[in-house]
């Protein structure tokens, strides 16, 4: 399993933007797909965005679409940029790694996680 590092997590207000990355221990990061998820208190934790292992394929939440990228720099980070935050996407966001070249939209797609990195949108 890769070890997976999240950053960026901070409190900003709406309409605000953040950009979390996820940081890998393994310089072969490039060959995993990539998805982040999030869990709000109180809620299940349900996926957000992934990018597969070669760039192709982005899906994204219906309740982030629009508003967030993902990116890779395929060395050994993948960046989630996040837009006009709304106080819903506040959240834990995990990113989680994936040997298929896809990833998936669930969490059993992914076989290492990250401890995850706080993000609070309030005003």
């Known amino acids: 399993q890769v070890q997976l590092i999240e950053s960026g997590g901070e409190s900003v207000t709406p309409g605000s933007s953040l950009t979390l990355s996820c940081t890998a221990s393994?310089?072969?990061?490039?060959?995993?797909?990539v998805g982040w998820f999030r869990q709000a208190p109180g809620k299940e934790r349900e996926f957000v965005a992934a990018?597969?292992?070669?760039?192709?394929?982005t899906p994204f939440a219906d309740s982030v679409k629009g508003r967030f990228g993902i990116s890779r720099d395929y060395k050994n980070t993948v960046f989630l940029e996040m837009h006009s935050l709304k106080p819903e996407d506040t959240a834990v966001y995990y990113c989680?790694?994936?040997?298929?070249?896809?990833?998936?939209?669930?969490?059993?797609?992914?076989?290492?996680w990250g401890q995850g990195t706080q993000v609070t949108v309030s005003s």
């Open positions: 393994e310089r072969t990061f490039g060959v995993y797909a």
């Open positions: 990018i597969s292992r070669y760039g192709h394929s």
């Open positions: 989680a790694a994936s040997p298929n070249e896809n990833g998936g939209l669930y969490s059993h797609d992914y076989t290492s």
